[in-house]
């Protein structure tokens, strides 16, 4: 079974600073999507940005970024010029490209942004 | 862009009583929903995969008799925490794949409902 880890389980970062979060997968899969998911103090859940594994390039959405290692196994986050408004718990996630639309989710890290 | 509905988005109800979370795709249709469980500052639980016109799928651990859930349309699906206990208190969340290109879909979550049992 896929399991995705996230061992920060709080960050901080000073406003317009960039802030990393790290996320680790495990799957034998080699065909599968990866996501970056926020949950703002609102619980609405928003797709912040996606990977699909066989794409080298890393997927970049305006401020969010990610650095995928494939063989490694690592998919971070880099949030840039952080926004007030980016204060909130992201959830990484693993999706099998083969196996249906099931999510299978890390732990969470709350970030919190200071002014 | 797609959206899912949730109804009610909170819930107060005595122990022992029956409660039903409603999950809608308002401008598409859904063959498959998934039901989340969330207790705070923790991660999403999975709890069952919704299949319209057939049995949900419940992973591991969750209790079917407990938890009843009904895809009765491509639009529609319910939760009903039956004989809810204290226990049950928590936040659930739909969700709702879309299809937004050949092959490819989208999860579409729903904003939640919050239980609190009695």
Same mark, same amino acid.
């Given at each position: 079974?896929?399991?995705?880890?996230?061992?920060?389980?709080?960050?901080?970062?000073?406003?317009?600073?960039?802030?990393?979060?790290?996320?680790?997968?495990?799957?034998?899969?080699?065909?599968?999507?990866?996501?970056?998911?926020?949950?703002?103090?609102?619980?609405?859940?928003?797709?912040?940005?996606?990977?699909?594994?066989?794409?080298?390039?890393?997927?970049?959405?305006?401020?969010?970024?990610?650095?995928?290692?494939?063989?490694?196994?690592?998919?971070?986050?880099? !949030?840039?010029?952080?926004?007030?408004?980016?204060?909130?718990?992201?959830?990484?996630?693993?999706?099998?490209? *083969?196996?249906?639309?099931?999510?299978?989710?890390?732990?969470?890290?709350?970030?919190?942004?200071?002014? | 862009?797609?959206?899912?509905?949730?109804?009610?988005?909170?819930? !107060?109800?005595?122990?022992?009583?029956?409660? %039903?979370?409603?999950?809608?795709?308002?401008?598409?249709?859904?063959?498959?929903?998934?039901?989340?469980?969330?207790?705070?500052?923790?991660?999403?639980?999975?709890?069952?995969?919704?299949?319209?016109?057939? %049995?949900?799928?419940?992973?591991?651990?969750?209790?079917?008799?407990?938890? *009843?859930?009904?895809?009765?349309?491509?639009?529609?699906?319910? *939760?009903?925490?039956?004989?809810?206990?204290?226990?049950?208190?928590?936040?659930? !969340?739909?969700?709702?794949?879309?299809?937004?290109?050949?092959?490819?879909?989208?999860?579409?979550?729903?904003?939640?409902?919050?239980?609190?049992?009695?």
């Amino acid at each position: 079974a896929q399991t995705v880890t996230q061992s920060q389980p709080e960050m901080s970062v000073q406003e317009a600073e960039t802030v990393t979060l790290s996320c680790t997968y495990d799957t034998s899969e080699s065909d599968y999507y990866l996501f970056w998911y926020k949950q703002p103090p609102s619980r609405q859940m928003i797709l912040v940005i996606r990977q699909e594994a066989y794409k080298q390039q890393n997927a970049t959405e305006n401020r969010f970024s990610v650095n995928f290692q494939k063989a490694a196994k690592s998919f971070s986050l880099k !949030i840039s010029d952080s926004q007030l408004g980016d204060a909130a718990m992201y959830f990484c996630a693993y999706r099998s490209s *083969l196996y249906g639309n099931k999510l299978v989710f890390g732990a969470g890290t709350i970030l919190r942004v200071k002014s | 862009g797609a959206v899912v509905s949730q109804h009610p988005s909170w819930v !107060i109800c005595k122990s022992g009583t029956s409660v %039903k979370i409603e999950c809608r795709s308002l401008d598409f249709q859904a063959t498959t929903m998934f039901w989340y469980r969330q207790f705070p500052k923790q991660s999403l639980m999975l709890m069952a995969t919704s299949n319209e016109g057939s %049995k949900a799928t419940y992973e591991q651990g969750v209790e079917k008799d407990k938890f *009843l859930i009904n895809h009765a349309s491509l639009t529609l699906s319910t *939760l009903t925490v039956t004989s809810a206990h204290p226990e049950d208190s928590s936040f659930y !969340i739909c969700s709702a794949p879309r299809t937004v290109r050949s092959s490819y879909n989208e999860q579409f979550f729903g904003p939640g409902t919050r239980l609190t049992v009695l």
